[in-house]
């Protein structure tokens, strides 16, 4: 289950994924109940809450969800829907992701791709990553040149 709320940072600002849903119960608002299964349904993708089928594309599709919490300030996916409307749009393909207006666009771009319909279409992890730095060093250049532009303005 990939998503903010198991996300945990220690001390050397490692990452770890963590699993404390499970003290929440069945009936927080972050799961949904379908064929006598608690899911996360909001995270999951179509082929993961239709035919039960969990693979690693499956987690770079919950991962996209999670950088979307991230860049939502841990909104609740889909909203404004309920638990049914949601279910309902994944089972017609009408589910659509929005991406933030902080996000930068090559990040976004990423994440639609990671959102795709056909698990074939998702990046591998290592494509994420290697785009992720990309994004990052550039955003790291912007803001070097910006900064230097401003001493010289000054």
Same mark, same amino acid.
């Given at each position: ?34 064929? @006598?299964?608690? /899911? *996360?349904?909001?995270?999951?993708? !179509?082929?993961?809450? =239709? ?5 690693? &594309? #499956? ?36 589910? @659509?992701?929005? /991406? *933030?207006?902080?996000?930068?666009? !090559?990040?976004?771009? =990423? ?5 795709? &319909? #056909? ?36």
């Amino acid at each position: 289950d990939i998503a903010a709320r198991n996300c945990v940072i220690t001390s050397k600002l490692q990452l770890k994924l963590s699993y404390p849903a499970l003290t929440r119960g069945p009936d927080s608002h972050e799961y949904y109940k379908l064929h @006598e299964q608690v /899911i *996360p349904l909001r995270w999951l993708p !179509p082929e993961a809450v =239709l035919e039960g089928d969990y693979s690693t &594309k #499956s987690d770079v599709y919950m991962f996209a969800v999670t950088v979307w919490e991230i860049y939502t300030k841990a909104e609740l996916p889909f909203a404004k829907l309920n638990d049914n409307s949601v279910l309902e749009r994944v089972k017609t393909g009408a589910l @659509e992701w929005t /991406i *933030p207006e902080s996000m930068p666009q !090559p990040l976004g771009e =990423l994440l639609k791709r990671c959102w795709s &319909k #056909s698990p074939a279409d998702r990046p591998q992890f290592t494509e994420i990553y290697d785009e992720i730095t990309t994004i990052l060093q550039d955003i790291t250049s912007e803001n070097t040149s910006q900064k230097s532009q401003e001493k010289v303005d000054e």
